[in-house]
Nanobody, 125 residues
């Protein structure tokens, strides 16, 4: 079974940086497109970023471009989300996701096959 597993969440101060990690539990030679979503308290889940299987193509939510950076290893299925200049509005559960469809634009539509359990990020002012 393909199961993304997130780590790296926690409580930080406004202005701090944090890096989240995600690894696909299943050992496979297939490299999945991977991405991140988040859900703030009382709000719907929103797209954050996605990266292609080779790491050569990335897309971001317009509001987060420039502060958040997605990357991945080129040999396997581990992805990272570097988050800088965090503010209380970034407080949310962050979910990692993986897909079978190589078109990473499907992440914008949340048409994703596999979801992680989420990791909490809390930014205090």
């Amino acid at each position: 079974q393909v199961q993304p597993v997130e780590s790296g969440g926690g409580v930080v101060q406004a202005g701090d940086s944090l890096r989240l990690s995600c690894t696909i539990s299943r050992r496979t030679i297939y490299r999945y497109p991977m991405g991140w979503f988040r859900q703030a308290p009382g709000k719907g889940r929103e797209f954050v970023a996605a990266i292609s299987p080779k790491g050569d193509h990335t897309i971001y939510a317009d509001s987060l471009r420039g502060r958040f950076t997605i990357s991945r290893d080129i040999d396997g299925n581990t992805a990272w989300l570097q988050m800088n200049s965090l503010n209380p509005g970034d407080t949310a559960i962050y979910y990692c996701a993986a897909n079978l469809d190589a078109n990473i634009n499907t992440f914008r539509l949340q048409l994703v096959e596999y979801w992680g359990q989420g990791t909490q990020v809390t930014v205090s002012s």
